[in-house]
C-alpha cells in the first residue's frame, strides 16, 4: 500500500469515527475537535506527499482503489458537514427554548400577576 492509500484509509477512519459520533444522541464536541484536528494533519500529509505522487505510474487497479478511497472520504466530509449543520440547528433551538423559559420563571416569579407571553 503506497503512502497516498495509507492517508486517504486514515482520512476514512478519522472521518467514520467523526459521523458516529455525531449520531450519539448527545455527541462530544470535544472529541469531535480533537479527531478533526487529528484529521487535518492527515490532510496536510496527504498533501505533502501528494505534490510528488504521481499518477499515472500507478496501475489501473491501484488508481481505482485510489478513487474509490477519495470518493468515500468525500461522501464523510459532505455527510459530517449535514450532521454538523443539523446538531447547530438543535442546539440553537434548545438554546432558545431555555432562554424563552428563563425569561418566563424570571417574570412569573418578579410580577404579582404572572406573564405568560413567552409560552
Same mark, same amino acid.
Given at each position: ?60 487497479? !491501484? ?5 474509490? !478511497? ?39 416569579h418578579v ?9
Amino acid at each position: 500500500m503506497n503512502n497516498v492509500q495509507k492517508q486517504l484509509d486514515e482520512l476514512i477512519q478519522k472521518s467514520s469515527s467523526i459521523l458516529n459520533e455525531l449520531k450519539n444522541e448527545s455527541p462530544s464536541i470535544e472529541r469531535i475537535r480533537e479527531t478533526l484536528d487529528l484529521r487535518e494533519l492527515n490532510i496536510e500529509k496527504l498533501g505533502m506527499i501528494a505534490s510528488g505522487f504521481r499518477m499515472d505510474e500507478l496501475n489501473e487497479n !491501484q488508481q481505482q482503489i485510489i478513487r474509490e !478511497q477519495f470518493d468515500r472520504f468525500a461522501d464523510l466530509h459532505e455527510q459530517i458537514e449535514t450532521a454538523l449543520k443539523d446538531e447547530l440547528i438543535r442546539s440553537r433551538e434548545t438554546l432558545t427554548s431555555a432562554t424563552r423559559q428563563r425569561k418566563a420563571e424570571q417574570k412569573y416569579h418578579v410580577l404579582e400577576k404572572p406573564d405568560i407571553t413567552h409560552f
